[in-house]
């Protein structure tokens, strides 16, 4: 393994040509911009010693990934002098390749991969100079070199081991080669100046394949001004110019639409356009508040017009985060003073670019059609990511000349010689202000401050949802009063649960009643069934959908013109195979509501729990919380936590999560975990009575100071401990207690998760560990058993080697509980673990309730309700569950179904080819589990599930699925909602 003073040497042996090449241009021309030059050399090559001396991480953006790429192509060349294509054209190979070859040279050190950079930046601030040049005069191109040399966070991006200043490299070439064709369109060499600004084009789409939709508008709006300056426009009426153009763009729409499924074929082209969906859209979104990231929080899209509403603020967002009330690092400290600068930047862009459209007209409409393009779709992808600062270098590195320009005339408009520019009509002109001296406000820093204010006012209220579209949902069967609508068919096993719904028409609270007709004691005992009313929480919040699912016994509440009830009914374990027709009958006392159906119970039964852990995250909220709804007295309110047990069990969870608080500080030998009967009488209902499998400890505080032996956590991890490993094994518990510690915790801290958990095992032996979070280091399986891990970070290779360690492995895919996802999210959970490799799920919350539910709007506050899965009832305080929770334990269920094909396949009893090609579908639905939007139906499921029933019993008949009724209202509505502080 090298030795740090070989990578220093390699970095001297790369530098010392670097700086002698700058030593050589200093000595022949002698100029301001050559001593600039080693300026800019000078503080990268400190930036890149302090970087590896101090261990930083400021701009590692996958420098592991690169460096680890590129020393494979590297050592690939050294086996072969000419390496097959496939070794060559690895991930990323655009960059990967020149660093390769770098690291062919002078060894595979990420120090010399990082002086490739800073010879690129060299490159770019050349390129700015010369484009200053053009644009305005030799005094404007030195000052664009002076700034860009001392620009903080240009030293960042050319001293990292990352692809952006490649980028800004070929971005600058790009329009340097476009000014000079542009401003000296006859001079010779200009195909090959051509030539080489469509490399630049086709490199940088390489670099980063989005890049490709914004170097064609940037083409075609030069292809156009060279049209029109090589063809005099003929004399059009300025409404046939505006609609040809409408017609040019709606015909480009059209094609686009028409040619988009035939891009699938062309991976680059699919890499370009791949965010552009709505869902995936979202999806970046919500990993980036899961990776605490997020700037701005609490957006999600429902239709494109959500888009172009949240636009402004998402720009806004993208230009000049962090602001100052979000910085809570030293990081994001240094990137509000980088946010500071560019402000500046921007507003005296905005009068250099005054200037330069009066002289150079065309090249400041393409510059402008590039930036406005730029910055507004790039906002939508990374308006909130702390990230977005390298990928808007993109934008400001072409404004640096532009703003030098506005801040070198700042004092009055200076012409430049030579140059020519249209005339201006008289009421274009200056004419003098009418305001007294000290009233005036020149210059456009001011204007777009005031911009910046409006713009954070405009989103301070901003986010974006919608009704789920009808096909992700239960389907709804409409009934209408005193009709006799066909008999419904519907189907399952013994011990399974099925959830029908329903839509009626107009009813009278005050006498409804619900009942089950046609079934007695003899033909299917034991069938349980129940009514809910569905009603949205709250109530007058429209563009959600309704979910909650209040008991029909405890009263109505405003049913409106259509009304919705759920019945959920469970065939019983012990039920035969057969059929067994009933009838639902809902009504009050002028109108009637009726729907005959037809239930087939299968040959076989669900088993009665899971073999995967299925863990709950239950808030303990004390008393005072739950006096709002009624509940009063300890006695009360212990017997309401018993009740979410019993009802989480009901709903296949089998781990509880978040056990009722327990005083760690409290317990010593005096004072034993007995002393505290509430805590002992709910643990000994939850693991005796409600029959979890597992419960969650207590949890010692101030983890982070486990390395200090005489620290808060060891003190107390010294005491409590010992003493709770007692209570465990006097009652038999040990197996069935997780110490899920820590939660997320970042890599910076992961010698202190060790050593946290590696105490907590020395003074509780046996007890099995748990924690949640990205990436766990590799010696994690030493001292915590089970890891979860978030859909967005799934790595198989790293799954199984962390398994093969004998570390299990759980998964939580949080962005498919909100409430604005479809409900067959919810269910293709029990689907996505069929297909992964994992032992259990963890749902971080089920009653998270940051604000009572029924009056606050979701959003970010409760994380769009993806920990919660219940309400509590505004009467009593009992669980009211969701659709999204039976949408989760139908899909627990077809996990059930999908197991027992499996052990009949592996008994012989079910065809090779129909076992692979139920596999199969499976295998697709769920597939790319890391960005996946899931575009999957309830049908899809439902005719599976049924699939698989028939070759589970064959002698069942087909059985038709309920197909969802036509929607009563737009599914296509979107509300904003205030945004909630997190």
Known sequence: MDSPWDAFLRLAAAASLLLAGLTALLLRRRDPVARMFLVFFSCCLTFILLN?????????????????????????????LVPPPDDLL????????????????????????????????????LNLHRLGRLLFSRRVADATVIFGALYPYGWVLAGTLNRDMMIIFFLTLLFRLLAELQLNPDRPGNRAKALLALFSMGYLTLLRPPLLLLCGVVGGVFLFLERRRRVPPRPLSRPLKVGFLLLLFLAGGGLLYLVAPSLTQFKLAVQAVQFADIENLNDRL?????????????????????????????????????????VASAKQALGLLDSCLLL?????????????????????LLLGVYLVVGFCSSSLLQANVGAAMRHR?????LMFPVAVQGFLTRGGRQPVPGARGPHIPQIWRRRPSMLPQPLRVRGSLPLLCLVVLTAALWGGSVTCAALPEPSGQFPVVELKAGSQPPTLPVAGAANEFLVLHFRLGPLDPASFQASVRGLSKLTLPNLTWRFYQVVRAPAQVSSIPAEALLPVEHGLTSPGSAPEFVLVLKIPPEAQRGQYPFEVVLADKTRTYRQVLNLRVFGFALPKDLPLTIFGGFWN????????????????????IKTYYRSLREYKINALGGAYPLPVAEVSPQRPVESFPDYHELVSFALNNAGFRYFMIPKVRNWETAQDPAGPFASQARTFYPLYHQYLV???????????????????KYAAVYQAYALAREYTPGLKTLCAGWNPAPEFPKVINIWATPAGQYQESQILAQAAKGQKQWL????????????????????????????????????YWPANPWTTPPGSADYWRRGTFYYPHPRNGLPVPTLRLEALRRGLQDYQYLLLLKEAYQQGKIPANRYTAIQSKVTYLTRDLRSSSFPVTMQELENLRLEIAGLLDPSAATVTPISPAPSSGSTGIQQLFPRLGR
């Not at 498919?816 to 992964?836: C, F, K, M, N, T």
């Open 730 to 748: 006097r009652y038999g518990w040990l197996g069935r207690a997780l110490n899920y510690l820590i939660d997320e915790p970042k890599p910076e």
């Open 812 to 847: 939580y895919a949080n962005r498919l509980h909100a409430i604005d996802h479809p409900l067959v999210h919810q269910r293709l959970i029990g689907w996505i673990l069929h297909s992964y490799p994992f032992q259990g799920y963890l749902l971080w919350g089920v009653n």
């Open 286 to 326: 919500e990993s980036s508040e899961e990776a605490a990231s997020a700037y701005m929080k609490g957006v999600r899209y429902s239709s494109y017009a959500d888009l172009l509403w949240v636009m402004p603020l998402s720009t806004f967002y993208f230009m000049f985060s962090p602001l100052p009330w979000q």
């Open 393 to 397: 270098t993109m934008f400001y590195f």
């Open 90 to 125: 690895a991930p990323y190979w655009a960059y990967t390749l020149p660093l390769a070859l770098l690291y062919t040279l002078f060894g595979s050190s990420p120090l010399v991969g990082q002086l490739l950079n800073v010879l690129l930046g060299v490159g770019s601030l």
């Open 52 to 80: 590896w001396k101090l261990g930083l991480d400021l701009g590692q953006y996958d420098a592991r990934l690169y460096h680890a790429v590129a020393s494979r192509i590297s050592q690939a060349i050294h086996r072969h």
């Open 344 to 364: 500046a930047v921007c507003g005296y862009f905005l009068r250099g670019f005054r200037e330069l459209s009066r002289t150079r007209r065309n090249f400041a």
């Open 621 to 640: 909220y004390p008393l005072e919380f739950y006096s709002q709804f009624g509940v009063s007295g300890t006695a009360q309110y212990l017997e309401l």
